[in-house]
């Protein structure tokens, strides 16, 4: 999914979400955006440490664009900003940047993700609709694991309101950001 000159969003978080039940009061949601060209095994090191950031017992999630980012288009975004602001604190950049990088004007892809958290063994069935109602070939189609289910990535975006009234538990993301992996801190 990444290619070394490709620029994507990534966001590395520590969600209320997955963590608000086991984490003592002191704790906070974290997370980290950037933008990178890195590659998956670069990146893997930084989101370690991202984990070992946390408390003990504290899940931590890392996502990153479907789709690339037009870095010319990003560039752009941040120059009229800061034009903008001139009193905005270089310090901020790098997560202005990554906002900017997240806009779905900024993407340089047309992929689809469909979050499916209905039953495992329905999944078939869903990609097949897919299938038909895209016009993919079924090899056109990624699928990979999440959390609570799977992300079921299309190449481009199509017609989707009947596959969508056939399947009320699945959520359209369009432009969306991967959940590539996630981490438990363990004691330091």
């Known amino acids: 999914m990444n290619n070394k000159s490709e620029l994507n969003l990534i966001i590395f978080c520590s969600r209320n979400k997955d963590n608000r039940e086991k984490m003592n009061d002191s704790w906070k949601e974290r997370d980290l955006p950037f933008v990178s060209t890195k590659s998956y095994e670069e990146l893997k090191t930084k989101f370690k440490q991202f984990v070992s950031d946390g408390q003990p017992g504290e899940t931590c999630r890392w996502y990153q664009s479907i789709n690339p980012r037009d870095n010319q288009r990003v560039i752009a975004d941040l120059q009229h900003y800061l034009l903008d602001h001139p009193d905005y604190s270089a310090a901020k950049i790098p997560s202005k940047l990554a906002s900017l990088a997240g806009n779905t004007k900024n993407s340089a892809g047309k992929r689809w993700l469909f979050d499916y958290d209905d039953k495992p063994e329905r999944l078939e069935t869903f990609l097949a609709d897919v299938s038909r109602e895209g016009q993919f070939n079924r090899d056109e189609i990624t699928v990979i694991d999440t959390l609570s289910g799977h992300a079921v990535i299309t190449p481009r975006g ?22 590539v992996e996630w981490a438990v801190t363990f004691d330091h």
């Open 158 to 179: 199509f017609d989707v309101r009947s596959l969508m009234a056939e399947w009320p538990l699945v959520e359209l993301k369009r432009d969306a950001l991967l959940l």
